[in-house]
């Protein structure tokens, strides 16, 4: 199980990185978080297990680009990655780079307003057999909005490629990454999948939990709480 | 000139109000999916050149947005002449982005060539030798977030280190004495900043705040007075993460949390609110936009925003005040009340001060009410620091790059641990002073530093190491102070004001055993530690007593021979009072009502359904009083029910 950066989002790299990791879990490397000096380094150094997320960069806030926006090439090296937004110049041009190259990110599941944010969109890249983040509180803004079917979201939990599975609660109207209750929508396919060996990233915010907080929201997440 | 370009001249020509002393027709060639289309429109002017892009916020300039009833519609002489004509003659020449095409002057249509059309934004040139930097517009770009934009100038000009700044006049862009003064103000405000982390992002945000404001009270002149708030949440790709609000009010300072009163059942507001509090939903906009041109900049704002946050909360949660403008005369004030609410980010330790020039002046540097007497000897022995001091003592608020030098020094070295927005000056001296220690390294730089001596007020954020220092002998309130400062506390014999932090039972008895000879007022979180504390030798002293956290109205025994006693709430990433604060007299008599801090209960709705009733348990007569962010109208304390 890894606990994303950007739980602590907002906060210097090296303090964030150090309070998540003293939950035990790895930790996901995300954007949004200050840089602090020597934060590559001191991660290798920790020990803690780590993948890479969207525009994560060591000395910076987030990558300049994740997307190129001539020729829809993915331009970082992280192992997962959001889809372009509608807006984004890359929109146009993106499917037909990923499709083109095997060694390509895994991509999450989003939410309307992005590529990937409705259910024939991840029906498409589930026939394409893409590779999936899946991500429960983008899905269920997806059903809140009626823009994933009962039957599409069945038929992404049954996904056999799926890759991370993220987890965090919401309202369903926007993505809030709030802390997950008992029954935060997909938090027990979450953890089945967890259980069943795909990586699970806990990225709800914890800014103002204590420590005994954030431990049950690890716990929680993994089913052990 | 083609045929149909010139048909449309003389469509659009009579229709430019003659008192519009330059327009610019900007057009696009806009290449929908059901097919191409010329979209444009036109931007008024009493300058040479109207301003490109255009900004609703800069008084020479009107648009269709800010001044309808002054702009006529393009698109009415497009569908006269035929957009199809228009097209198959200009099209190539056209961006898909709106960008001037003509310049009208004297009712004679120019257009523009294509060299200045395509041309870049603003350039910088300095001249070292003159200490000067030149700036100027290099050509209008397409687009309306184009590089010559507000911004971008007033990025160039607080950035700038040379003395002075000219702006060039140019085909594309004719300075006035108002661009001048913005520019001397915002790199007023960039030197205030002091070399802060989002120093100059701030500075330039707020010169646009400030143009804004002048704007909004230019179009409603019931209006005194506009809040810039900031907010920080994030999208998924934490490439959207500070936001801003603004609002404006008739009062001196607009409400907050803002009372909305925006109709969503007709999805209008037609008419000014009923409340005299304006959003950008709820405004009128019968006179011009409302809609600030800024935008809050992750690096200048994040420090000042409630941490967590997000998208589902309301305003008043999520947001923060950052700063207010109020109508001065002909003028305006700008007061910056937002306060930095995470630790790390401090000013940095920066340059050390030339020393002064003798022993005279180094003694009564460090005598806050010498500062008169200091600014004389200086004078007298040609320090350029006494010119400054002595400017500062006559005028108040000075912000230009030698009163920043002055204030560098006089902080130097405790920009390591004094956080952005932390620092207050009086007299040329720090006299108020908001700080975080993270090391032990951090403490021991700044243990016993002179710049300490005039600092009368000092606030902790959370988490903070130790500081209260022996040195610190004009302070006189202090919080939040935990047991690490114990020892230091007995050495400050002027404290007067005290918040405690109480993290065990055991702490309020070690603080109750501690002299403190001149305090007056106790602010304390939660009422668990009282008993303890009341058996210091300094409790008969107490004039005051402000309990945080605890309801309203719940007089605690230990307090019961505590002249005045005190509600509020507690700001957690602050440590220090918020919300409506309730005081209960000597007497039991009366109950005055004040604010202590924005936050999201205050309300006038929840100081009717809260706050009101529990004072009124308390005492016969309830008065809502003034304090700096809220000054009750006759009209509040009418709809509240309350005496005058």
Known sequence: ?225 | MTAAWTRFAAVLGPQIPTDARSALVALAHRRWREGPRLEGALYLSSRAVPLWPHDCDQPTEACRTCAPERVAAVERAIAEVGGAALLAELGDELEPTEAPYALVRDGVFVVIPRAERAGAGWTCTVDPAADLARIALAGFAPGFGAGGGRHALYALAAGATTARIELVATACFDPTDGDRAAIAHVRALAAAALGEPGGLERAVRLQQCVDWSRAMFARYPELRSTMMCVAQYWNDNADDECHAESYASVRDTPLFPHPCTYDWDRDEQAAPPENGEWCDRCSPRDRGGFGASWYASTEGFEAFCVEGANQDQEDGERHRPFAIVRRAGDDVALELVGRCRRPGFVLGAGAAPAPWPDARAAALAEEVDARAVLADHLLDVGDPRGELIARELAGGELRDAATATLRAGAIHPLGRVLVVGGARFARGALVHAEVHAATADDVAAVRGAAAWRTVETLRYLPGSRALLDPAMRALREAGEVGVDDLAALAALPALATLQLAIAKPADATRFAACALPRLRHLVVTGADALAALARAPWWPQLERVTLLDEPYGALPAALAEIPIVAWALRDDELARPTGWCAALDRRRARAEIALAGWHASTTLDGLAELVIPAARRLAPAVALVASPGFAPTADDRARLGLDT
């Open chain 1, 1 to 225: 199980m890894y606990v994303a950066m950007s739980c602590l989002q907002g906060r210097p790299m090296q303090a964030a990185f150090d309070e998540l990791a003293r939950l035990g879990c790895g930790v996901q490397l995300t954007p949004g978080n200050r840089p602090t000096p020597g934060f590559a380094a001191h991660v290798a150094a920790s020990g803690v297990a780590t993948r890479t997320h969207h525009g994560f960069a060591p000395d910076a806030r987030r990558a300049p680009a994740v997307w190129d926006a001539a020729t829809g090439a993915c331009v970082v090296a992280s192992a997962s990655v959001h889809p372009p937004e509608d807006d984004d110049p890359a929109r146009a041009t993106w499917e037909a780079w990923y499709a083109a190259h095997p060694a390509r990110p895994i991509v999450e599941t989003m939410y309307p307003g992005y590529a990937l944010g409705t259910g024939d969109a991840l029906a498409r890249a589930m026939r394409d057999g893409w590779t999936l983040a899946v991500d429960v509180s983008h899905a269920f803004i997806q059903r809140t909005r009626g823009a994933m079917t009962a039957a599409q979201w069945a038929a992404l939990c049954d996904y056999d490629r799926i890759a991370e599975v993220h987890v965090s609660a919401n309202r369903g109207t926007h993505d809030t990454h709030q802390p997950l209750v008992d029954d935060t929508f997909g938090l027990a396919w979450a953890r089945a999948r967890h259980a069943a060996g795909t990586p699970l990233v806990l990225e709800c915010y914890l800014h103002h939990l204590d420590d005994d907080a954030r431990r049950r929201q690890r716990d929680l997440a993994r089913g052990s709480a």
